[in-house]
């Protein structure tokens, strides 16, 4: 499904995986992801992040976001199938996934544009999620008359953002009420 939203282009692909091998793989990735809490500068408070985190990639391919410089862990067996069956699919490459794991409803994502320079200009971001169905919201960045959007990121959804979409939009993962555990992979490519 194509969305028709001006300065982006988004789509969202529902059960990329079946549901006996997202169980499988939700089960994977909670087990055997080194599972992270890292810390960011808010306001000149030091908190905790609202979720956990880790990053996955080919070697040397730093990532950093918020003050936060994470050093690539080299793929799994299981990353590398995931990632092979994405980019045959949208036909793009991606070497590095941030991995985030909601653990409920209390755990969230702030506004933000995935716009870090090492992403280059028009940045592919494969976006797979597992678990809970949780709201991806979306608000253009100068056009505050065009609504906020909302889309339900269901077990084993694969949203696809591209083009100019990181210039013009941010988005969030808002706190939900009684939301079981979720695990999200933005794949991307990293540019040096």
Do not use: C
Not at 79 to 97: D, R
Not at 146 to 151: D, G, M, V
Request: net charge neutral; proline share 4%.
């Amino acid at each position: 499904m194509k969305f028709d939203l001006p300065d982006a282009s988004i789509e969202l692909h529902e059960h990329f995986f079946d549901a006996h091998q997202s169980v499988i793989l939700m089960q994977y990735l909670i087990a055997e992801i080194d599972w992270q809490q890292y810390q960011i500068k808010l306001f000149g408070k030091t908190l905790d992040q609202p979720r956990l985190t880790a990053y996955y990639g080919e070697d040397h391919l730093f990532y950093a976001y918020s003050n936060i410089k994470l050093k690539p862990i080299p793929f799994t067996d299981t990353l590398l199938a995931i990632k092979n069956k994405i980019e045959t699919s949208t036909g793009h490459y991606f070497n590095g996934v941030l991995l985030n794991y909601y653990r409920n409803g209390d755990d969230s994502m702030g506004w933000h544009a995935d716009d870090e320079k090492e992403l280059g200009m028009n940045p592919v971001i494969a976006s797979l999620s597992f678990g809970a169905s949780r709201n991806f919201q979306l608000q253009h960045r100068f056009q505050k008359s065009i609504p906020k959007q909302s889309i339900a990121l269901n077990d084993a959804s694969l949203l696809v953002m591209q083009g100019e979409t990181q210039h013009f939009w941010k988005h969030q993962i808002p706190k939900q009420k009684n939301k079981g555990p979720r695990i999200n992979l933005t794949f991307r490519q990293i540019i040096y």
